[in-house]
């Protein structure tokens, strides 16, 4: 973990260092540690904002990690207020919004594991509201699919219908 943190911190440091590193970056994403796999999100979301084009096989892979998360696979010690793992969720959601982008095949492998997450994520608590806020931008980006964008469509008005002066500003933002 410490090892992959630090290659994120080279990377920031110093960009095209780490290209014959992209393999081994590619690995710690399939560590059996989630901490592993966790820390190599933060790195492999900044070589796929620079290049997403040569990350796009890793859509599928993504995904999976995704939907092992909203099964609750992952040891309860990531959860947090009964959401399991959020914030790597959320780094996952903003990883395929980039990888999704007007790319129809790539958004296709997404929508079942998006529908999931806006399904399950507990509403009832600010971290829950955290994971459907970003859901329904990776939805938005993503190549249109009709079932969910109305069922983003639907969170998003319960923000603005929200009591919560915080929730409302994230559904009309």
């Known amino acids: 973990?410490?090892?992959?943190?630090?290659?994120?911190?080279?990377?920031?440091?110093?960009?095209?260092?780490?290209?014959?590193?992209?393999?081994?970056?590619?690995?710690?994403?399939?560590?059996k540690d989630p901490a592993v796999m966790?820390?190599?999100?933060?790195?492999?979301h900044a070589l796929i904002d620079e290049t997403p084009a040569a990350f796009k096989d890793l859509v599928p892979s993504f995904v999976s990690i995704l939907k092992?998360?909203?099964?609750?696979?992952?040891?309860?010690?990531f959860d947090y207020h009964r959401?399991?793992?959020p914030w790597i969720q959320v780094k996952l959601l903003r990883i395929l919004a980039s990888l999704g982008a007007a790319d129809q095949r790539a958004?296709?492998?997404?929508?079942?594991?998006?529908?999931?997450?806006?399904?399950?994520?507990?509403?009832?608590?600010?971290?829950?509201?955290?994971?459907?806020?970003?859901?329904?931008r990776t939805?938005?980006?993503l190549y249109p699919n009709v079932q969910l964008l109305e069922t983003a469509a639907n969170?998003?008005?319960r923000f603005v219908s929200s009591d919560n002066h915080?929730?409302?500003y994230l559904g009309i933002k």
């Open 107 to 136: 958004s296709e492998h997404q929508y079942e594991v998006l529908y999931d997450v806006l399904k399950r994520a507990d509403t009832g608590i600010n971290i829950g509201y955290a994971v459907v806020y970003e859901c329904v």
């Open 38 to 44: 966790g820390a190599s999100l933060h790195i492999l």
């Open 68 to 77: 092992q998360i909203t099964e609750h696979r992952l040891p309860s010690s």
């Open 1 to 31: 973990k410490k090892a992959v943190m630090a290659l994120h911190r080279l990377h920031l440091v110093q960009p095209g260092c780490l290209s014959s590193l992209i393999d081994k970056l590619r690995r710690a994403l399939c560590d």
């Open 83 to 85: 959401m399991p793992a």
């Open 155 to 157: 969170h998003i008005s």
């Open 139 to 141: 939805v938005t980006s």
């Open 166 to 168: 915080n929730l409302k």
